[in-house]
T-cell receptor, first 111, second 115 residues
């Protein structure tokens, strides 16, 4: 069965600091992996996705994620946090039959 | 235009009411989705329409009835809901149906409260 685990329901970083949101997946077939962001009172917006090819994926707003098959991980990073990055972040896996979301990580940014 | 619109933004209804949620996209997408999201939880898939046909129903109670009148429009009809159905209902669309590798574009949601 496919699943997604996001480590840490809440992450707080200072403005300008590195952002690291962790995601591990379980999939019996080569997965497609996604990161979505949800700002308060809004729908989800795709940050980036991995399908095949280059394992380092660059997304919008300066975010990137690296697919590591050996570690079954797809962690999201951003070198320098901005106040506008405060939101809920969802990692998701799609083994082609459906999309499965992780439980989400709330990112807070300290001034 | 990469926008998915949903109306209304907020809806309060009693358990005996009948109401409908509406979703619209003009991106030419052929797959549309309904999700339910409870507070501090990830979205849960309810229904998928692919080329205007219902392709997935995730064992949703019959008090939720989806409808896809055309390729741009998706409705969710609500009847005899329970207070536990209160949630944010999200609509999404993607280019092709039948695959989840496509980017899904989400609307802002309808915040539903059942009294």
């Amino acid at each position: 069965a496919q699943s997604v685990t996001q480590l840490g329901s809440h992450v707080s970083v200072s403005e300008g600091a590195l952002v690291l949101l962790r995601c591990n997946y379980s999939s019996s077939v080569p997965p497609y992996l996604f990161w979505y962001v949800q700002y308060p009172n809004q729908g989800l917006q795709l940050l980036l996705k991995y399908t095949t090819g280059a394992t380092l994926v660059k997304g919008i707003n300066g975010f990137e994620a690296e697919f590591k098959k050996s570690e079954t991980s797809f962690h999201l990073t951003k070198p320098s946090a901005h106040m506008s990055d405060a939101a809920e972040y969802f990692c998701a896996v799609s083994p082609a039959s459906k999309i499965i979301f992780g439980s989400g990580t709330r990112l807070s940014i300290r001034p | 235009d990469t926008e998915v619109t949903q109306t209304p933004k907020h809806l309060v209804m009693g358990m005996t009411n009948k109401k409908s949620l509406k979703c619209e996209q003009h991106m030419g997408h052929r797959a549309m989705y309904w999700y339910k999201q409870k507070a501090k939880k990830p979205p849960e898939l309810m229904f998928v329409y692919s080329y205007e046909k219902l392709s997935i129903n995730e064992s949703v109670p019959s008090r939720f009835s989806p409808e896809c009148p055309n390729s741009s429009l998706l409705n969710l009809h609500l009847h005899a809901l329970q207070p536990e159905d209160s949630a944010l209902y999200l609509c999404a669309s993607s280019q092709e149906g039948g695959t989840y590798t496509d980017t899904q574009y989400f609307g802002p949601g309808t915040r539903l409260t059942v009294l």
